[in-house]
């Protein structure tokens, strides 16, 4: 099992910045990817970024040029960097981690952090 668990959201004005951790313990061999994700009120979860071995990093159009998301593997640590901020990123943004274990991938969640960008 893995257990992540994010830090940095809060409430910001338009135009500021966030950095998002994710921070992962627990049996996190082979963890071939890690992403965020956000969910807004009555909107289905989406994806924000990603950066995965050997594989260019990706990024949602609606963040590209603001976001930019970071692994640390030393500290077993993931991070989203989030400037120019926008009242439409408010939501709660989740950690997923993917793992490679024997032949099949597993996904582990997060619990979620709020942000909340104020006009």
């Known amino acids: 099992q893995v257990q992540l668990v994010e830090s940095g959201g809060g409430l910001v004005q338009a135009g500021g910045s966030l950095r998002l951790s994710c921070a992962a313990s627990?049996?996190?061999?082979?963890?071939?990817?890690m992403a965020w994700y956000r969910q807004a009120p009555g909107k289905q979860r989406e994806l924000v970024a990603e950066?995965?071995?050997?594989?260019?990093?990706n990024y949602a159009d609606s963040v590209k040029g603001r976001f930019t998301i970071s692994r640390d593997n030393a500290k077993n640590t993931g991070y989203l960097q989030m400037n120019s901020l926008k009242p439409e990123d408010t939501a709660v943004y989740y950690c997923?981690?993917?793992?490679?274990?024997?032949?099949?991938?597993?996904?582990?969640w997060g619990q979620g952090t709020q942000v909340t960008v104020s006009s």
């Open positions: 950066i995965a071995s050997s594989l260019p990093t």
């Open positions: 997923n981690a993917r793992q490679l274990t024997g032949t099949y991938f597993r996904n582990y």
């Open positions: 627990g049996n996190i061999f082979n963890i071939v990817a």
